[in-house]
T-cell receptor
């Protein structure tokens, strides 16, 4: 099993460009999450999903959109990239309980110039 | 809003020395999770604490949950170079939705 797979691993964008980060999990997890990690800031939740077709805002949702059309996939979109969105993005998934561990992908390093 | 404070931010130790990181919350927690992130890697789940006063051990790692369920600690005995990384605590704030608030982490470096 691959676990949680994120693509791409690295990307450089220019301000104003758009892109989509892909997350796929093969563990049949109901819950999926998108985080961003910045130096000294820990992990901050952007958006999350508790099931296919449902999404919700996390702590820092502005400038991002998400979609969960299939249970195994969770997409994160940047409509108009800004330098402040330069970060490492992690996707995670878990079984449907607050007592279950989250499983993380390897991350996507995104730079906005 | 709900916050989890984690200290220290950095810790440099000589191999063989002990290491402790602490997490403190402003509210009573239902549970707390600990994760480790190696340099350049992704967070990996270590353990979860649920009960008041709970103590769990994983080899040289000891995890404690405070009696009031507002604080937690991770202690590593006799650090090794393989312990290098950032250790995060995470508290649940999303009810059944599994949402976690992560502390800012303690970055551990170990000098051989």
């Amino acid at each position: 099993n691959a676990g949680v797979t994120q693509t791409p691993k690295f990307r450089v964008l220019k301000t104003g460009q758009s892109m989509t980060l892909l997350c796929a999990q093969d563990m049949n997890h109901e819950y999926m999450y998108w985080y961003r990690q910045d130096p000294g800031m820990g992990l901050r939740l952007i958006h999350y999903s508790v099931g296919e077709g449902t999404t919700a805002k996390g702590e820092v949702p502005d400038g991002y959109n998400v979609s969960r059309l299939k249970k195994q996939n969770f997409l994160l979109g940047l409509e108009s990239a800004a330098p402040s969105q330069t970060s490492v993005y992690f996707c995670a998934s878990s079984y449907p309980s607050s007592y279950q561990p989250q499983h993380f992908g390897d991350g996507t390093r995104l730079s906005i110039l | 809003g709900q916050q989890v404070m984690q200290i220290p931010q950095y810790q440099h130790v000589q191999e063989g020395e002990d290491f402790t990181t602490y997490c403190n919350s402003s509210t009573t927690l239902s549970n707390i999770q600990w994760y480790k992130q190696r340099p350049g890697g992704h967070p990996v789940f270590l353990i979860q604490l649920v009960k008041s006063g709970e103590v769990k051990k994983q080899k040289r790692l000891t995890f404690q949950f405070g009696e009031a369920k507002k604080n937690s600690s991770l202690h590593i005995t006799a650090t090794q170079t393989t312990d290098v990384g950032t250790y995060f605590c995470a508290e649940n704030y999303g009810g059944s939705q599994g949402n976690l608030i992560f502390g800012k982490g303690t970055k551990l470096s170990v000098k051989p």
